[in-house]
Nanobody, 127 residues
Framework: EVQLQASGGGLVHAGGSLRLSCIVSGFTFDGYTIAWFRQAPGKEREGVACITNTDGNTYYSDAVKGRFTMSRDNAKSSAYLQMNSLKPEDTAVYYC????????????????????WGQGTLVTVSS
């Protein structure tokens, strides 16, 4: 059974930092691209960061570029999202996702590129 377990959310003041973790089980982790999405109340779920399976390249949305850093540890079947300089507009439920299809590499921040999803972890940034 494929499972993605996201954790690390919480309440932080603007300008603060959080580190999210995604622990994966049920498939060969290093064969999958891993991504983080977020969904704020009343908004669509959007891709914020991903790291590929083949070469470890990272991609970021414009909204988080320069503030968020994604990494992975294949030995621990885990991926991480280091979030710095947090803003109130970063408040959302954050989800990790995984897939290995060719389209995932082509559209790495598109929701439809991912077939496996974890439960969310809530990040709240106060002003």
């Amino acid at each position: 059974e494929v499972q993605l377990q996201a954790s690390g959310g919480g309440l932080v003041h603007a300008g603060g930092s959080l580190r999210l973790s995604c622990i994966v089980s049920g498939f060969t982790f290093d064969g999958y691209t891993i991504a983080w999405f977020r969904q704020a109340p009343g908004k669509e779920r959007e891709g914020v960061a991903c790291i590929t399976n083949t070469d470890g390249n990272t991609y970021y949305s414009d909204a988080v570029k320069g503030r968020f850093t994604m990494s992975r540890d294949n030995a621990k079947s885990s991926a991480y999202l280091q979030m710095n300089s947090l803003k109130p507009e970063d408040t959302a439920v954050y989800y990790c996702a995984a897939d290995s299809r060719v389209m995932t590499a082509m559209y790495p921040l598109e929701r439809s590129s991912y077939g496996y999803w974890g439960q969310g972890t809530l990040v709240t940034v106060s002003s």
